[in-house]
């Protein structure tokens, strides 16, 4: 569903970027505490994210010993474009690929309260010519190529993020779709004729860790998403 909101949340005290951060984990982190606790998981452990953009909806995962286990799902409050990777700088299209976040990829002082920028264009992307920057994961309800999740889940997601960064953890996989490959009707909109063969290479990703519960390490390999094998 194409959603470019305009109306914007009310705008936040001004505070030090870093000091915007601190108080929104003061805020989240003893609710997060209750429920990772309820759900046998730990503040800290690695996150991957999933983000669907038929269902409106960003999954977030943590790691345990016994692979990853499905935390929270968030509604996706504003996503541009419609289903299709992005292809230029200019063209509104929020990405779909496979991406890393790294903690220099936080933004504390986002203009939409608290962001992480995606790292697109990756690889793949470059290899195909694909131009553009500063595509966004953050909170307000408003998106120009972005994906807004609200302030109250925004919130959430970069304290989980920031907790595990702290620990240790050195990148964050974020992976982007058109919609979950295991509804009903995948198999008729993989056959678009102008994006279907690239959403088979995302399925891929999709289907692997389905099957292992492990994020899988995508390649980009002569212009296609590979996924790499586990040694």
Known sequence: ??????????????LAAQDRA?????RVTPRLQRDLAEAGLRLGAAPYLRVFKLEDELELWLATDQGYRLFRRYPIC???????PKLRQGDGQAPEGFYRVRRGQMNPASRYHLSFNLGYPNAYDRQHGRTGDFLMVHGNCVSIGCYAMGDAAIEEIYTLMGAAF??????????????RFDRIDAPARLADPRWGEFWQELKSGFDAFERDRLPPEMAAVHGHYRVVPRS
Not at 22 to 26: F, G, K, L, S, V
Not at 166 to 179: C, K, N, S, T
Request: with cysteine.
């Open 166 to 179: 702290a620990l240790g953890v050195r990148d964050i996989p974020v992976h982007a779709f058109p919609f």
């Open 1 to 14: 569903m194409l959603v470019l909101a305009l109306a914007a949340c009310a705008p936040w005290p001004p």
């Open 22 to 26: 601190e108080a929104a984990a003061q």
């Open 78 to 84: 504003a996503w541009s474009g419609e289903l299709g």
